[in-house]
């Protein structure tokens, strides 16, 4: 078996390295934003546990690469399909303002965009492959961000 980093949490960790050397070199908010960066660390942490806990319910996969069993279509991904996805986006938004660092939510754009490409993109092929119909549907009803 190939072993490789390319999941998410890898990325969010190079993000969040980035938002650190950027704010050792710029964070003129200092804590001015501390509380409000925690709390979107604590609810991005918490809609991720939530999504994952949807998961072992359905009893399918939460790895990215593999391929699914089941639909998962409760919890949070009744408003977003790609909750998990979201909660990294918090998760490094919160980051940057708990550092005081406004050029650290920049970073927020371009992860969104490795996470699109990256992720997100084959995961609905692999859906639309291994689910049909089902996964067609529930795609044309629910946003894939919020």
Known sequence: MKMTLNYPPVWLAGFMVLTWDLAMAY???????LWLGRALIAAGLLLAIWSVVQF????????PHQE?????QTGPYRLSRNPIYVAD??????????????????????????????????????????LGTAYTEYRSRVRRWV
């Open 89 to 130: 986006l918090a998760i490094l938004a919160g980051w940057s303002l708990t550092l005081g660092t406004p050029l650290g939510l920049l970073l927020v754009i371009p992860f969104a965009l490795v996470l699109e490409r990256l992720f997100i993109r084959p995961e609905e092929a692999r859906l639309a492959v291994a």
């Open 68 to 72: 699914p069993d089941a639909l998962v």
């Open 56 to 63: 072992r319910k359905a009893r399918t996969t939460v790895i």
């Open 27 to 33: 964070a003129p908010w200092g804590e001015v934003a």
